[in-house]
């Protein structure tokens, strides 16, 4: 079992950025994919971004050119940069870890981090 920690959500004006961070620990795992994903009220959890472990990254449309996700993997650590934040960001945000734990994959996911964009 591996547990996530998110961190950096705040409240922020449109325009404004803010950093979020993911740290992975627990159970040894080999990375699969690594990602960001939103939930707002009343709406379905969808896909922000997400990093596969050949480095290929995946962004949404709608943040597409503002956001940026890197990986620090000697930290098990995954970080979304989010950047002209606009008020339809705002969400809470979940890290999710897609992974081999031995010969079994599982998903993980963290608590989440809220993030308003709010004048």
């Known amino acids: 079992q591996v547990h996530l920690v998110e961190s950096g959500g705040g409240l922020v004006q449109p325009g404004g950025s803010l950093r979020l961070s993911c740290v992975a620990s627990?159970?040894?795992?080999?990375?699969?994919?690594m990602g960001w994903y939103r939930q707002a009220p009343g709406k379905q959890r969808e896909l922000v971004a997400d990093?596969?472990?050949?480095?290929?990254?995946n962004y949404a449309d709608s943040v597409k050119g503002r956001f940026t996700i890197s990986r620090d993997n000697a930290k098990n650590t995954v970080y979304l940069q989010m950047n002209d934040l606009k008020p339809e960001d705002t969400a809470v945000y979940f890290c999710k870890l897609s992974a081999t734990f031995g010969q079994r994959r599982g998903d993980s996911w963290g608590q989440g981090t809220q993030v308003t964009v709010s004048s």
């Open positions: 627990g159970d040894m795992f080999s990375i699969i994919i």
């Open positions: 990093i596969r472990r050949e480095g290929i990254i």
